[in-house]
């Protein structure tokens, strides 16, 4: 295997945590006591994880996340994450391949940025209630002789939408988006354009407005400028690159259009008081 495509940390397939008897394209785990994840990986998959009661730290994408009794967790595909889970935690995952995921993506109705950017879902205990029942149901079904993923599916698509149910009230709290979705568009674009779209200019004439304007309302919003933003989403995606690959440091500036190493040093280091090369060690 070449160099460059070695992963620094792992990346896990699905079908590493499927049996003989099990489709790989959902499967199911229930967690019961302290569990630790302590060296950042990142999955393939899709994974939906109800914690019935527990507590420790569910770190996704170099942020921490308190865990506690009825929340939802749901990780996407290259999102980084580990987690230190204590004794009393007891929790049910169902883990979905991006094929499946495909499938009933639109029963999350949302859009995807905003479930990744609040991957943390705060249940109400008759909605906790309602999605367990599902989750314990989709244990049985995978319990049995002959498994009808028709009815698994079905099961997980229902877990979706009561998800969805519950994050409407979270979704529609953030009033910056309600007031001014322009600025949705905006987070949506950077997330799929900021490897090789560094300049406002470039987003502005997306969302046909001026760059001017377009800083104006970052700034009375977000209170940063929209370079800001657009800094900061790439900063995660170089952390992301530093640990999930060994290309060298100067493959990974020129891949992300910085073609002076030193430059990019300084650019990483003024986010993140550290510079790629210290940042790629702490692994």
């Not at 302590?38 to 393939?44: G, N």
């Not at 169902?94 to 009933?104: K, P, Q, Y």
């Not at 639109?106 to 995807?112: A, I």
């Not at 905003?114 to 249940?123: E, G």
């Given at each position: 295997?070449a160099?460059?495509?070695i992963?620094?940390i792992?990346?896990?397939?699905?079908?590493e945590?499927?049996s003989k008897?099990?489709?790989?394209?959902?499967l199911y785990?229930?967690?019961?006591?302290k569990r630790?994840i302590?060296?950042?990986?990142?999955?393939?998959f899709?994974?939906f994880?109800?914690f019935v009661?527990?507590?420790?730290t569910?770190?996704?994408?170099?942020v921490?996340y308190?865990?506690?009794a009825?929340?939802?967790h749901?990780?996407?595909?290259?999102?980084?994450h580990?987690?230190?889970?204590?004794?009393e935690?007891?929790?049910?995952q169902?883990?979905?391949?991006?094929?499946?995921?495909?499938?009933?993506v639109?029963?999350?109705?949302?859009?995807?940025t905003?479930?990744?950017?609040?991957?943390?879902?705060?249940?109400s205990?008759?909605t906790?209630?309602?999605?367990?029942?599902?989750?314990?149901?989709?244990?049985?079904?995978?319990?049995?002789?002959l498994?009808f993923s028709?009815?698994i599916?079905?099961r997980?698509k229902?877990?979706?939408l009561?998800?969805?149910?519950e994050?409407?009230?979270?979704f529609?709290n953030q009033?910056?988006?309600?007031?001014?979705p322009?600025?949705?568009?905006?987070?949506?674009?950077?997330?799929?354009?900021?490897?090789?779209?560094?300049?406002v200019?470039?987003?502005a004439?997306?969302l046909?407005?001026s760059?001017n304007?377009?800083?104006?309302?970052?700034k009375?919003?977000?209170?940063?400028?929209?370079?800001?933003?657009?800094?900061?989403r790439?900063?995660?995606?170089?952390?992301?690159?530093l640990?999930?690959?060994n290309?060298p440091i100067?493959a990974i500036a020129?891949?992300?259009?910085?073609?002076?190493?030193?430059?990019?040093s300084?650019?990483?280091?003024?986010?993140?008081?550290?510079?790629?090369?210290?940042?790629?060690?702490?692994?």
């Open positions: 295997m160099l460059d495509v992963t620094k792992p990346i896990l397939d699905i079908t945590f499927s008897n099990s489709e790989s394209n959902l785990h229930e967690i019961k006591g630790l302590e060296k950042a990986h990142k999955h393939d899709f994974l994880m109800l009661q527990g507590s420790g569910h770190t996704i994408d170099f921490d308190e865990v506690a009825a929340q939802l749901i990780l996407f595909p290259e999102q980084i580990k987690w230190e889970l204590r004794e935690t007891h929790a049910h169902v883990m979905i391949s991006r094929n499946m995921f495909e499938t009933l639109n029963s999350l109705r949302f859009s995807l905003l479930y990744q950017n609040y991957p943390v879902i705060s249940l205990k008759e906790l209630n309602k999605i367990l029942y599902e989750f314990q149901q989709i244990k049985s079904e995978f319990g049995k002789p498994i028709e009815i599916n079905a997980v229902l877990i979706a009561m998800i969805s149910e994050a409407e009230m979270i529609n009033t910056v988006y309600k007031t001014k322009i600025l949705f568009k905006y987070r949506s674009l950077v997330d799929t354009h900021c490897k090789s779209e560094k300049l200019s470039f987003y004439n997306e046909n407005i760059a304007y377009l800083n104006i309302l970052c009375k919003y977000f209170h940063v400028s929209a370079t800001a933003l657009i800094h900061e790439l900063i995660l995606e170089i952390k992301r690159m640990l999930t690959t290309k100067k020129s891949e992300l259009g910085f073609y002076d190493i030193a430059y990019f300084k650019f990483f280091k003024k986010y993140t008081q550290t510079t790629p090369k210290v940042f790629r060690g702490q692994l």
